[in-house]
């Protein structure tokens, strides 16, 4: 009987600090949690520059005592999220997708010129890029800053990133990758190209005479060098004509009708 009661007792005495415990966690409300995240460094500055942003949060109830935030601007789209403990104050991931604000965009726009013109494989590309326009935007949702350089066809878009990933990190700037102006996919670029090589056999007099009055006339092209294709003229299925068209110099290099 004597053990019995002991046990009971430190049982209930676990129980009471258990439960404790656990009202004591529940004491923050949820606004009380959002504004730990909007104060934190990667949220604070970007939400004072939003306009009319909401946050919503809600308590996992997990073992760890995890909460998740999520932020939004006025139109709905996301500003960013966070998972943490906010009795401790532990943050143990979070993503900020703010843009910059005209005054950081001033402030980094000469020292990614300066960066991007005397960058060796930017050079190697355009040799003096500071003589081209250049304008400059920053992505929230990759923590980079993307220059493009006005180039008409020949235009660039260039990827930096700079030491720490916010719009006011403007120290040890490094090339991430660099984007040419109007590269298709391939199958885009088969597409617009095999039209093209079939427009410039289809001006072919010889040609174009082969299938007047034939309404299901189809072709079939082909190129081993992205500059020379063969086209082939069918009607119901049979070759009637055939070209090798130059996309360079837009030129019929040969051509034969018939059989």
């Not at 180039?151 to 090339?175: C, G, I, K, M, T």
């Not at 102006?181 to 391939?186: A, K």
């Amino acid at each position: 009987m004597r053990l019995t009661f002991w046990w009971l007792l430190g049982t209930l005495f676990v129980l009471i600090i258990f439960t404790g415990k656990s009202a004591a966690q529940d004491t923050l409300t949820t606004d009380e949690v959002i504004a730990i995240v909007a104060a934190h460094p990667a949220f604070a500055t970007g939400l004072e520059n939003s306009r009319d942003w909401t946050a919503r949060a809600y308590n996992t109830r997990n073992r760890y005592g995890i909460w998740r935030v999520e932020f939004r601007n006025a139109d709905g789209d996301d500003l960013g999220w966070a998972e943490l403990n906010p009795y401790n104050e532990r943050f143990y991931s979070h993503e900020a997708y703010f843009g910059a604000t005209e005054a950081q965009v001033t402030a980094a726009e000469p020292i990614l010129r300066e960066f991007i013109s005397t960058q060796p494989d930017i050079v190697e590309l355009m040799e003096d890029p500071s003589v081209y326009d250049m304008y400059v935007d920053y992505d929230g949702y990759n923590d980079w800053w993307g220059v493009y350089i006005d180039r008409a066809a020949d235009s660039l878009y260039v990827v930096v990133r700079f030491a720490e990933n916010n719009p006011d990190s403007l120290e040890n700037p490094q090339l991430v990758t660099i984007y040419f102006e109007n590269i298709l996919s391939y199958d885009e670029w088969y597409t617009a190209s095999s039209q093209e090589a079939i427009a410039i056999a289809f001006q072919q007099s010889e040609i174009a005479a082969a299938l007047r009055g034939s309404e299901n006339w189809t072709t079939t092209t082909t190129t081993e060098d992205s500059i020379v294709w063969n086209v082939v003229f069918l009607v119901d299925a049979v070759p009637v004509a055939e070209a090798t068209v130059n996309l360079d110099d837009k030129s019929v290099v040969e051509f034969s009708v018939g059989g």
